[in-house]
C-alpha cells in the first residue's frame, strides 16, 4: 500500500511540473536566437539539418528558446554569416569552419583537413582531448563561441569533366574546393575558387569551372552536377571527415543560463550525430541512382595521383603550421590525436571491415 501511495504521488507532482511548465515559459519573455546559415534552403542533407537544429531547439527548450532561422541569402549572403555573428547582428550562425580559413588557418581543422581524421576520430579529439579547448581559444579572438553541429563522414573526391589518370591531368584545371584541399590542389597546378553550394552548379554548367567537389552522393545527386560532369571519384583526399560548426556571439553565449547553454549544446550533439547517420544511410543509395539514372562513372584515383596529394599536403602543413603559433599548437594537437585515435581504429575497426567486405564480397 505504502508503495503505491507513493508511485500516485510520484505521478500527481510529475503531473504538476508538466502542467506548469508552459506558464513558466510564458512568465518570462522568450528569447530569440537569430540563426544565418551558409547553405540554401530545404536543401537535402545540410541544409535540411541545419533547419532540423533550429526547429530542435525551439522544441527542447518549450518554446523558451525561440529561434529564427535564415539561409543563405536571406539575411545576408552565405559567406558572410560569420562577421554577422561575431558583429552580434544575429546570435548564431550554421556551417563549414573551414570557409573562415582566410581569417585564421586553425578554422580549417574543425571542419576536416586532407589525409585527416574521419568523422568518429574526429569527434574523439573535439570531446575527449584537446579539440574543443583549442576551438575556443581561437574562436575567442574573434568574439565567439562554436560548437560542432552536424557532419557529413567522407566526402567524395569530387565532379570531372575529364578523367584523372596521373597528376599531370589536374594541370591548369579550374576547380572548386575550399580548405586547406584546395591549398593541396593549387600545388599540383588545379586553379581553385572558393563558391557558396547555391553558386556551383551555374559556374559548373557554364564552363567558369571544370570541376568540383561537393559533399557525397545524397548530397551531391540534387545539385544535378552530372548534367555538366560524368566522372565522379568516390574518395578524396580533401575531407575525410569531420564536422560543422553552431557559431554563436559569445558576449550572447555568455548571457545565457547554463540550463540554457546546456539545451543549445544538447541540440548541437543530437544533430552532430543524426547528419553523418543519414548520408551514411543515404549515399549507397543515391550513388545507385547517379550511376543508373544518369550514367555517371564513379571511379577512383590511382596511387599515382594519391601520392602526388601526398606530398602537396605534407608542404601544406609546414606552411600552415608556420603561420603562428596558435596555428602550430591547433595543428600538433591535431596530428597526434589522430596517429593515436586512427592507430588504433586501423588496428581493429579498420582491418575488421577490411576483411568483412572481402569476405562478403563487398570489394
Known sequence: MERRKFLKSAAFVGTGVALAAPSIVNAQAAKTITIVSTWPRDFPGLGLSAQRLAQRINEVSGGALRTEYFAAGERVGAFDVFDEV????SQAYIGAEYYWGGKHPGYNYFTSVPFGMTTPEWNAWIKFKDGQALWDKLAEGFGLKALTCGGT??????????????????????????????????????????????????????????????????????????????????????????????????????????????????????????????????????????????????????????????????????????????????????????????????????????????VLGLI
Open 86 to 89: 561575431a558583429g552580434g547582428n
Open 153 to 358: 563522414g567522407a566526402q567524395a573526391g569530387g565532379w570531372f569533366n575529364k578523367k584523372i589518370d596521373s597528376p599531370d591531368d589536374l594541370q591548369g584545371l579550374k576547380m572548386r574546393i575550399p580548405g586547406l584541399g584546395g591549398n593541396v590542389m593549387s600545388k599540383l597546378g588545379v586553379s581553385t575558387v572558393s563558391l557558396p553550394g547555391g553558386q556551383i552548379y551555374e559556374n559548373l554548367v557554364s564552363g567558369a569551372i571544370e570541376a568540383t567537389e561537393w559533399v557525397g552522393p545524397y548530397n551531391d545527386y540534387f545539385m544535378k552536377f552530372y548534367e555538366a560532369a560524368k566522372y565522379y571519384y568516390t574518395g578524396g583526399m580533401h575531407e575525410p571527415g569531420g564536422g560543422l560548426g553552431f557559431g554563436m556571439n559569445k558576449s550572447w553565449w555568455e548571457s545565457l543560463s547554463e540550463t540554457e547553454q546546456a539545451i543549445i549544446t544538447a541540440c548541437c550533439y543530437e544533430e552532430n550525430g543524426a547528419q553523418p547517420e543519414e548520408a551514411a544511410a543515404k549515399n549507397g543509395e543515391y550513388l545507385a541512382k547517379l550511376v543508373n539514372e544518369h550514367g555517371v562513372e564513379a571511379l577512383q584515383f590511382n596511387d599515382d595521383v594519391w601520392d602526388a596529394f601526398g606530398d602537396a599536403a605534407a608542404e601544406v602543413f609546414v606552411e600552415t603550421r608556420d603561420h603562428s603559433p596558435l596555428a602550430a599548437e591547433i595543428n600538433d594537437s591535431y596530428q597526434a590525436a589522430l596517429r593515436e585515435i586512427g592507430g588504433w581504429r586501423a588496428a581493429a575497426e579498420i582491418d575488421f571491415s577490411n576483411q568483412r567486405n572481402r
